[in-house]
Nanobody, 120 residues
Framework: QVRLVESGGGLVQAGEALRLSCTAS????????MGWYRQAPGEQRELVAF???????YCTDSLKDRFSISRGNAENTVFLQMNNLKPEDTAVYYC??????????????WGRGTQVTVSS
């Protein structure tokens, strides 16, 4: 079993930055890729970014000018740096992890989510 715990969400004003953290515990040897999805009210969950065990990062094209993903010194921690936040970034951000080299199709493991609210 793998447990993912997010932190770092909150309420910010447009133009500000936030950094989300996710730490995995449990059977982390099963994890190859960690990343983030988000879900806005009334919308489907969408992929934000992921990073594989070899360090190769991916970020959705529409966000890569403002968002970036990185791993911590410990392999079981990932960060999502979000700059110049906009009201449309308001969503619940979910940490995700999986055995494959990507998270395009979802993930085997999910965190409970952390709320990010951006006011205009």
């Amino acid at each position: 079993q793998v447990r993912l715990v997010e932190s770092g969400g909150g309420l910010v004003q447009a133009g500000e930055a936030l950094r989300l953290s996710c730490t995995a515990s449990g059977f982390i040897a099963a994890i190859n890729t960690m990343g983030w999805y988000r879900q806005a009210p009334g919308e489907q969950r969408e992929l934000v970014a992921f990073i594989a065990s070899d360090g190769s990062p991916y970020c959705t094209d529409s966000l890569k000018d403002r968002f970036s993903i990185s791993r911590g010194n410990a392999e079981n921690t990932v960060f999502l740096q979000m700059n110049n936040l906009k009201p449309e970034d308001t969503a619940v951000y979910y940490c995700a992890a999986g055995r494959s080299g990507h998270l395009y199709s979802g993930a085997e493991y999910w965190g409970r989510g952390t709320q990010v609210t951006v006011s205009s």
